[in-house]
């Protein structure tokens, strides 16, 4: 067994000679013949396939694959299979030995197919990761690397000031003050004179951004439909695109309730544009039928951009572009605070916004659903690139309306970088999950997005991920609302489709840095689990499959440990967490209404407790760069073919670990917030998050937060961080914490179950 960790460069070029298996009796068509595809796998995980040649026994595919890998192989197969109607037969394959790439050859021409008599022209070469320099840019991508940028980063919607940040260092000495997502998003749609395009997976025009006191008195009460509506009678023009929720209708709500079709309406009669696109994939034949239909069902428009026109800047005539980006929906629940009440606010904040997607309650009862994201504001040339995104979706999928889209040009709009201080400068990039049946690519593009099935595919945020993991030095810190892949590796169901690296990266990055007898921590929170009912089949085979990698990581990582003689635990390297909030029953509002007894809502009145759903798709990395995006750790946000996505790099030149050793710059001082909000303080150990002390330390605080909040008698938690509700033994094993087998006021066990549903569904 060879370790292919790097990328793979395959060219699929064509093949010759197939035998005839369309001779079924039910083939109509005499001239039927072979419908040839190609593919590579190692072990059940398929790296890349071709498309469909129908009716060809010499079929040319001339198709050229990336593939980031990281794999345990003993050989690779390409293989040349039949597409039938609802299956694919091998014609023939060819087996390639790891050891024959590793070094760095190329290996191309023809090849003879075992158990035929055709032939395969390929070319394959391997690309060892410690042979690709270990950049801020990634790499080979549709969008570059863009200087002079200026980013603006948020935990969740609004953040008021907090004593929680006190002690996180700043400039000038004064408490870090937390800017307001929702608040900066107001006074920039406000603000636009000339355009503002949205896109989102929910877009709910009932939402109103400004609440609390701020400086921002005129917004306050004002929905964003509203809003929207008044812009564009100002003559701004204003875009709306909204993923269509094929269960929605006029009369019903839908499975997800993402109000499309109520956005759609109230926009009707006015100068908002609104088009409801569906997430569709343009494939042929019986079989792709039901794809296509399962497709605009099950996937999603996932993406959550605001892009719209600012004022000029100082000693500057044109205007300029900015761009909002994260995992913050415009939607029904969102809006929350770093305190996350359960039941406070439901009569002031959260008055007509009440939402609790994992718990049967209502707004006069409670508790809502404490709501954690982040989101960042782009502006400088990034911002152009978020731009772009919003043009070329538009134009594949609203053509008939492409006239709308505003010309943008230097003539009337100020495109060059942003003009500040050189130390609060940002270098960004913009990556992707989407294809050319969503986007109208650039034709001088193609060469960075590779083709799969015959479409082109932009996986860019996977690969961001990959490679920004390979680089990483000190720590990772990853929020994300969901956490499960590198299937090809676990114990076992090693077929299921969740095949993207980013679990298996992680591990190796840390199985690398004890093997040289260095130290590297990765930090994880994810929900406690994925919304809606716990106890249902969808809910608990994410939570299986969560279990599964879980495990596979930890057993690595213990191998690691044993064989290096080390006298430490899997727990010191890798740590899963989640948030959650404990209340004292005393300070619930008495004026609210009594819950109905022996209910789920009269439960959570006596225990006064509830997770905080984590919403975030964001990793840092050494504390000089983050990623921020709408990407889940999953295969349908990794894969590039699923749910459609968008996310950007970025860092400060000058507050790198080459530049200033131990960064303190933004990046830094946004994880110590978030820190701080999750653990209801700061304290000097998070300012090492790199060492063993703060791993230790972090675990410590967590695990005793979970043993208060798992109490039978509930209690005010301060901070809101807990343990993940596993045990992790000496080898690795993951089992059910004892006392928590399943989570508090549920029947739901913590390590989940399979069922019968597609895992493309759950995966």
């Known amino acids: 067994m060879a370790m292919l960790r790097g990328y793979l460069y395959v060219d699929l070029i064509e093949a010759d000679n197939l035998p005839d298996c369309d001779t079924a009796f039910f083939n109509i068509d005499p001239k039927d013949t072979s419908d040839a595809f190609a593919q590579v796998k190692i072990g059940p995980c398929v790296l890349c396939k071709t498309a469909v040649i129908n009716n060809d026994l010499s079929p040319k595919w001339q198709e050229s694959h990336r593939i980031p890998v990281c794999h345990l192989a003993d050989e690779l197969q390409i293989q040349v299979l039949d597409k039938d109607h609802f299956d694919a037969g091998v014609l023939g394959e060819v087996s390639i030995r790891p050891e024959d790439l590793m070094d760095g050859e190329t290996l191309q021409g023809w090849y003879p197919l075992s158990g035929c008599d055709g032939r395969i ?61 929702w608040i900066d998003l107001y006074k920039a749609v406000n603000s636009a004179q000339r355009f503002i395009y949205v896109t989102g997976w929910s877009v709910y025009t009932a939402t109103v951004l400004v609440r609390d006191e701020c400086d921002c008195e005129e917004g306050k009460g004002e929905s964003f439909g509203e809003l929207l509506k008044r812009k564009a009678d100002e003559g701004v023009r204003v875009l709306v695109m909204i993923w269509n929720e094929k269960m929605s209708t006029d009369l019903t709500a839908g499975f997800m309730g993402t109000h499309d079709e109520e956005t759609r309406l109230y926009f009707q009669d006015s100068d908002v544009e609104v088009a409801v696109v569906p997430r569709v994939r343009s494939l042929e034949g019986m079989a792709s039928f039901f794809q296509n239909q399962f497709s605009q069902t099950c996937y999603t428009h996932h993406q959550k951009t605001v892009i719209v026109d600012c004022p000029p800047a100082d000693e500057e005539e044109l205007p300029r572009i900015q761009a909002f980006i994260g995992g913050l929906d415009i939607t029904d629940g969102r809006y929350d605070t770093p305190e996350h009440e359960l039941f406070k606010t439901l009569q002031t904040l959260h008055q007509g916004d009440f939402y609790n997607g994992v718990a049967t309650t209502t707004c006069e009862v409670g508790p809502r659903e404490p709501w954690h994201d982040i989101h960042c504001r782009l ?56 294809t050319s049946d969503s986007a109208l690519f650039k034709f001088d593009r193609f060469s960075t997005i590779p083709k799969r099935k015959g479409k082109y595919v932009d996986d860019s945020i996977h690969r961001a991920y990959i490679h920004q993991i390979r680089r990483a030095d000190s720590f990772l810190y990853i929020e994300n609302q969901y956490f499960l892949g590198s299937a090809y590796n676990w114990d076992e169901e090693q077929n299921t489709k969740a095949y993207h690296l980013i679990p298996l990266e992680i591990t190796q990055r840390i199985v690398e840095k004890i093997n040289e007898g260095k130290y590297m921590a990765a930090y994880v929170i994810v929900p406690m689990f994925p919304e809606g009912d716990p106890t249902s089949g969808p809910v608990q085979e994410i939570l299986h499959w969560q279990h599964r990698t879980m495990q596979m990581m930890y057993r690595t990582i213990a191998q690691a440990i044993e064989a290096n003689e080390l006298d430490t635990h899997p727990r010191d390297y890798l740590s899963f967490f989640c948030l959650a ?150 080898d690795g094993s993951v089992m059910s914490l004892e006392g928590s087998e399943n989570f508090p006021d549920t029947t739901a066990p913590v390590l989940g179950a399979p069922n019968f549903l597609p895992n493309k569904l759950t995966t």
């Open 581 to 730: 909030k404990g209340e004292c029953p005393d300070e619930i509002p008495q004026d609210l209404s009594p819950p109905e007894p022996d209910t789920p809502a009269a439960k959570l009145r006596d225990n006064a407790r509830l997770m905080i759903y984590v919403h975030s798709k964001m990793m840092i990395v050494d504390d000089d760069y983050i990623i921020v995006g709408s990407a889940n750790i999953n295969q349908r946000s990794m894969g590039g073919t699923r749910d459609s996505e968008i996310a950007v790099g970025c860092f400060q030149p000058l507050h790198t670990r080459e530049v200033s050793g131990q960064p303190q710059g933004s990046v830094s001082k946004f994880r110590m917030a978030l820190w701080a909000e999750h653990l209801g303080s700061f304290d000097e150990t998070f300012l090492n998050p790199g060492s063993i002390e703060c791993m230790r330390a972090i675990n410590e605080v967590s695990d005793s937060n979970w043993t208060a909040y798992a109490a039978d008698e509930p209690c005010k938690i301060e901070g809101h961080l807990m343990r993940y509700p596993v045990d992790v033994s000496q």
């Open 379 to 434: 502006e400088g040339p990034v911002a152009l690139d978020v731009l772009a995104n919003f043009t070329e979706r538009w134009r594949k999928q609203v053509h008939d309306r492409e006239s709308r889209l505003l010309p943008i040009s230097r003539e009337e709009f100020s495109l060059e970088p942003v003009t500040c201080e050189e130390s609060e400068m940002w270098s960004a990039q913009i990556f992707r999950s989407i």
């Open 121 to 181: 022209n390929l070319k394959m070469n391997y690309v060892p990761k410690d042979m690709i320099e270990a950049t801020f840019e990634v790499p080979d991508c549709y969008f570059p690397l863009r200087e002079g940028c200026k980013i603006t980063l948020y935990q969740d919607a609004h953040c008021p000031p907090l004593s929680i940040y006190e002690g996180i260092p700043t400039v000038d000495g004064e408490i870090f003050n937390a800017p307001c997502a």
